[in-house]
C-alpha cells in the first residue's frame, strides 16, 4: 500500500492546527501577523508558520481517520502503515539521514540528537492563502516651519529626559555604597569614642600639691598614680602616706582582710629569702623574686604605674592578688643583698615601701 503520507498531513493541518505522527511527533501551524520589509518595500500577509514538536507522541486518531477514509481500508491497516511510516523516518534520522517531506519540510538530527524542522515556508492560514506579497513606496511630505520648530523641540526635551534619567540611574546605583559607607564611618566613630573613653581614665594625672617639688622628683613622680585615686584599705595605710593605697574602687565599704597591703601577709625584713649570710644558690642558679613597689584596687591606676616603671628602665609587671592590682619588677638574684639594693632603690625613687614576693 503506497500512501503519500507528507501529502495527507499537508491536507489536514489545512483544518486542524496540528496532525500527531504518533512516535514521532506532531506537526502544528502557529498563527503568524503580517510582516513588514522596509529594505524591500513588501508587506507580507497574515499566515501560519509550520513547526515540529517531538513531545506530541500520543495518538489522537486525525491521521488514522483520514488515511482510513482517503485509501479506503481498516482502521488496524491504517494504523499499521502508519507505524511503518514512522519506523522508516526513525532509522534515517538514526544514520544521520536528512527527511523530506514534500509540501511540508525537512526532518534531521542536530549534534544533541535532537530532531530538527526546516518548514518550507508553505501558509496554512485558509483565510489568507494565495494572497501575494504587496509593494509599495513611501510617501515624501515637506514639513512645515512650525513643525520643524516641533520636532527640534521634542528632541531637545527628549535629550534632556535622557540625560536626567542617566543621572537618576547613576544615583540610584550610587545611593546602597553610600548608606554602607555612612554606616562603616559611624561604626568606626562609635569605635573610636569608647576607645577614647576606655583610655580616658588612663591619662596622666596632674599632682595637686606642686609647692615646694623639685624638677628631677616631679619628673619622676609625675606618672605614678596619686594614692587618692584608690581608698584606705585598712588603719595602717592612712598612717603612714608612703604606702600606696590599695583597696578595689568597686568596694564602698571597709576593706577586708584580703585587700590590705601585701606587706601584711610578708615578712617585712626578708620576705622569706636568705639574708646576707646565706651563701649564693646551689649550683651558681640564679632565681628570680618579684618586688611589689605599689598595689592598686584600679586596674587602670596599676596600668599607668606598669608604664612607670618601664620609662624608668625596669621590666615591670602586674599581677592580681584577691580584690588588688600588684605592680613592680622581677629581677633575677644569688643574694639576698641584690634583692635589697633594689629594694632600696625602688623605695627612694617612687616614695615606697617594696615588698619583695616569691611567686
Known amino acids: 500500500m503506497n500512501i503519500d503520507f507528507g501529502k495527507a498531513i499537508k491536507e489536514l493541518l489545512y483544518q486542524h492546527d496540528a496532525v500527531i505522527l504518533p512516535g514521532l511527533g506532531g506537526f502544528v501551524s ?28 500520543i495518538n489522537d486518531g486525525v491521521l488514522v481517520n483520514y488515511i482510513q477514509k482517503t485509501e479506503v481500508v481498516t ?11 514512522t519506523k522508516n523516518i526513525l532509522d534515517s534520522l538514526e544514520k544521520r539521514e536528512i527527511v523530506d517531506l514534500p509540501g511540508l519540510g525537512r526532518l534531521y538530527k542536530d549534534y544533541e540528537q535532537k530532531i530538527r524542522f526546516m518548514p518550507e515556508g508553505a501558509n496554512f492560514n485558509v483565510d489568507s492563502f494565495g494572497l501575494p506579497a504587496v509593494s509599495f513606496k513611501p510617501i515624501a511630505r515637506k514639513k512645515t516651519a512650525s513643525q520643524t520648530s516641533t520636532a527640534a523641540t521634542a528632541a531637545a526635551t527628549a535629550t534632556t529626559l535622557s540625560t536626567t534619567k542617566k543621572k537618576n540611574h547613576w544615583a540610584e546605583k550610587l545611593l546602597p555604597w553610600l548608606i554602607i559607607l555612612a554606616a562603616v564611618l559611624l561604626a568606626f566613630s562609635l569605635y573610636v569614642y569608647f576607645r577614647g573613653g576606655d583610655n580616658a581614665g588612663q591619662r596622666a594625672e596632674v ?18 598614680p596619686h594614692p587618692a585615686d584608690d581608698q584606705e584599705s585598712s588603719d595602717n595605710s592612712a598612717t603612714d602616706p608612703s604606702t600606696p593605697i590599695i583597696e578595689d574602687e568597686t568596694d564602698s565599704g571597709t576593706s577586708t582582710p584580703d585587700e590590705t597591703e601585701p606587706t601584711s601577709t610578708f615578712d ?3 620576705g622569706g629569702l636568705p639574708t646576707d649570710s646565706d651563701t649564693a644558690t646551689s649550683g651558681g642558679t640564679a632565681k628570680t623574686i618579684f618586688i611589689v613597689v605599689h598595689s ?3 586596674r587602670s591606676n596599676a596600668r599607668k604605674f606598669v608604664r612607670t616603671l618601664e620609662r624608668n628602665g625596669y621590666e615591670a609587671t602586674s599581677k592580681k592578688h ?21 629594694i632600696k632603690e625602688l623605695g627612694a625613687k617612687f616614695k615606697s615601701k617594696p615588698v619583695a614576693v616569691d611567686y
Not at 482502521?75 to 511510516?85: C, P, S
Not at 599632682?207 to 605614678?224: C, F, G, H, L
Not at 584577691?322 to 641584690?338: F, K, T
Open 75 to 85: 482502521a488496524k491497516e491504517a494504523q499499521e502503515a502508519i507505524e511503518a511510516f
Open 296 to 298: 592598686f584596687g584600679s
Open 30 to 57: 502557529e498563527p503568524a501577523a503580517a510582516v513588514v520589509d522596509y529594505v524591500q518595500s513588501t508587506v507580507q500577509p497574515p499566515s501560519k508558520k509550520l513547526d515540529f514538536n517531538p513531545n506530541l507522541v
Open 207 to 224: 599632682p595637686q600639691e606642686r609647692v615646694n617639688v623639685k624638677p628631677s622628683q616631679e619628673t619622676e613622680t609625675a606618672d605614678i
Open 268 to 270: 617585712d625584713q626578708n
Open 322 to 342: 584577691g580584690g588588688l592590682y600588684r605592680v613592680g619588677v622581677e629581677i633575677p638574684y644569688r643574694r639576698q643583698s641584690a634583692v635589697d639594693a633594689m
